[in-house]
């Protein structure tokens, strides 16, 4: 998955739960700036706030390893 789709995937998400930007943010202990750039596929998060993201709206994050 690019940033791109990953952004669209949690704003998407935030959206169908009606939280604001401002309130995730908060929550998982972002920036909102953070999250903008998430949203928009324009930044490359930081693991450990990428899970947070992730968590605060149910979601998970599969890595699928190629051998």
Not at 16 to 39: G, N, W
Not at 51 to 67: A, F, Q, R, T, Y
């Given at each position: ?49 990428l ?17």
């Open positions: 998955m690019d940033k791109k789709a990953l952004g669209n995937s949690i704003r998407e998400r935030r959206k169908f739960l009606k939280i604001t930007q401002e309130d995730l943010a908060d929550i998982a202990e972002v920036s909102e700036r953070t999250l903008r750039s998430i949203e928009k596929g324009e930044a490359n998060p930081e693991l450990d706030s899970l947070k993201i992730c968590e605060v709206l149910g979601m998970s994050i599969d890595i699928n390893v190629i051998k």
